[in-house]
């Protein structure tokens, strides 16, 4: 998930699990909390096992108040889908990225704005895929 104070973009990984997609972009409910309802319903209708929340960082690796609000969304997060475990991932760049990717496309303006954070919770959530994926590759000796 790729946490904003506006929206949530949200992706999801193949079964295997080796592939991320985007999923859904949720807009944000602070007063309501009805964006975490809806990715608790999420959790459970697409049996997820495991949450991947991008933890922003800066350039010289330190939190800021993004992170503080990635952080907190996070806690609250994983009160709600318990025992699911919610794990934090760094996601420096991921949205400049995703930006990038979607211009070069030719998704530009209001369009962009629309998909880029589904966008970046796709960067956050295959960078965790491929470090999960030559972690086992180590410990089995591949």
Do not use: C, F, N
């Amino acid at each position: 998930m790729d946490v904003g104070s506006v929206r949530v973009g949200v992706a999801l990984s193949d079964p295997a699990p080796i592939l991320a997609s985007p999923l859904v972009t949720l807009s944000r409910d602070e007063r309501e909390d009805s964006d975490l309802d809806q990715l608790a319903g999420l959790v459970t209708e697409h049996e997820v096992v495991e949450v991947i929340v991008g933890l922003p960082r800066t350039l010289a690796d330190r939190q800021g108040p993004a992170a503080a609000i990635a952080i907190a969304y996070a806690d609250k997060l994983a009160g709600r889908i318990a025992p699911v475990p919610v794990r934090l991932a760094d996601e420096r760049l991921t949205t400049v990225t995703a930006s990038r990717m979607l211009s070069q496309r030719g998704v530009k303006g209001k369009k962009q704005r629309a998909v880029v954070d589904q966008a970046a919770a796709v960067e956050i959530l295959q960078a965790w895929l491929d470090a999960a994926s030559a972690q086992r590759a180590r410990a089995g000796g591949s």
